[in-house]
């Protein structure tokens, strides 16, 4: 029996991301619908029928994202794997199970022969021979109405695009383990809603403002902090499914065809004896002693290495209230100055809140990008303009995934990398901590995976 299901919380959400690069790949622009633009038409029941539906927006969300995915997944299907994509024989099923009535429901059950009851906070695909309603979609649609209060109205279709992606493992072949299985999903879920982005599905819509809202909901997807790659039913850390998603969109159905393999790195991990006692945080005394020998180390290896050159460590200044007079103005919480080689960061607005709400990793994440920008300048690059910020923020993805290869003198925990993540959406768009480039959150979590996953070199500086 193969059944797949989202973690059952009490709140959760799907998400995806715009993928800018500092170079070699285009800008995308979220395409063409607006607030201005009249609702597309509703998909009827004849197009598709879910079982148990109401005439509720949350079921009309989701019926309107399935017949799109049936379209897509008809095209798409037979270009990337050669054989015809066969429609879901068991159908959809629509259950409220506060307020189920079963004689809705042929038997009684929903998808595999499942009671009602099972589908409470989820939503699942399954496929197992022999059973009732096998090769369907089950969804809770009261769960589905919350996570759309919570992170937007699209949530409803991206949870229906990651169980239609399962569909799609049944018939081309499943990876070998559940986190590849359900990030592999996310892939082919991130594709289908680049499609929808396009302005090309007939009844979904998908607009730029809402991309954010959606990234932000995914962190209540990932699994719990230290839990193991190998887990029978393990999803994937925050970062893991976020880069899957973002993968299918810039690169479409192919890339999630190839690329899941036993070779795929994922940052999720178990916890140490000592990161149990400390939840994976340093003391923050301690953090600052890492920051102060990771980013040094990484660097002067890097200018070695690579750019064959000396490297200047840049002194690093923390401050409570005003910045340094070398900044652009007074209120500002990250701080590069060239004269001097100064990175500054204001304590008390922006390094310790960080650490408090998000963990020690999304400070060193705050420091690591002005750093970058002093990588910049000892390049003879720019520091001040959109492709300073662009390439610092790759470089910090860079620095990232040196800490977690273990390459910077330093030990990484687990739900370190989800932190980047947490500090980019949080403080990202706040002119005082990056200088408003117009980048969005999705950008520029797009841009530190690129430097984490895909090294220096998609980070602008040449070698």
Known sequence: MHRTAWPRRASAAAALAVVLCVSGCASIVIGRPSSLEPAPPAASKGEVNVVGAVDEPVDELARNALADLQDFWADTFPAVFGTPFEPLAGGYFSVDPGNADPRQYPGGVVGCGSDLQSTENNAFYCASPNTRNSDSITYDRAFLAELAGNFGRFIPALVMAHEFGHAVQARAGMPRTSIATETQADCFAGTWTRWVADGKATHSRLRGPELDELLRGYLQLRDPVGTSTAAQSAHGSYFDRVSAFQEGFDSGAEACRDHFGPERVFTQGEFSDQDLQTQGDAPYAELWKIIEKSLPTVWNQAFTDLFKKDFTDPKIQRYPGDAPDCADAPDRELV???????VGIDETELAM?????????????????????????????????????????????????KVFKGEAGAQIS??????SVQFLLTYGNDPRVLPDVNLSGFQLVDLYRNGFLSGIDQCGVDR
């Open 414 to 419: 687990p739900g370190d990398v989800d932190e």
């Open 336 to 342: 590069f100055c060239s004269a001097g080689e100064l």
């Open 353 to 401: 809140p960080a650490y408090d709400d998000i963990g020690d990793f999304a400070v060193a994440t705050a420091v690591a990008i002005p750093y970058s920008l002093s990588v910049r300048d000892q390049l003879g690059l720019s520091t001040d303009d959109e492709d300073a910020v662009r390439s610092a923020v790759c470089l910090t993805g860079w620095y990232g995934a």
